[in-house]
């Protein structure tokens, strides 16, 4: 199992935007066969070295992580307005 975690600092981290980031992320599921697990949630300690919110998501392959990162919905759709979004992304990729 493949798990791929993400980090999202916001540009204008209000508590409007962060949650509709985290929304946006959550409204992958069931639109991306190869994704097995998804969560995402909003920091809490909201520290100096906090990011704003998380994403969690396991595969079953490398492959599988590669087909979702060009999933249609993914990159069309997700991406775009993250890009738009966020000042600063973090990510990790583990076998595990």
Known sequence: MIT???FFKLA??????ITAVRDKLLSME???AELRHLEAGI???????????????KF??????QA?????YHA???LPFMRANCASVLAVDYEG
């Not at 204008?12 to 935007?17: A, C, H, I, L, R």
């Not at 979702?68 to 249609?72: D, F, I, K, N």
């Open 4 to 6: 791929h975690i993400v």
């Open 12 to 17: 204008d981290p209000t508590p409007e935007n």
């Open 30 to 32: 069931g639109r991306i």
């Open 43 to 57: 920091d809490l300690a909201r520290t100096e070295r906090s990011y704003d919110v998380a994403l969690v998501t």
């Open 60 to 65: 079953d392959s490398l492959a599988d992580l």
């Open 68 to 72: 979702y990162q060009v999933h249609p």
């Open 76 to 78: 069309g759709e997700v």
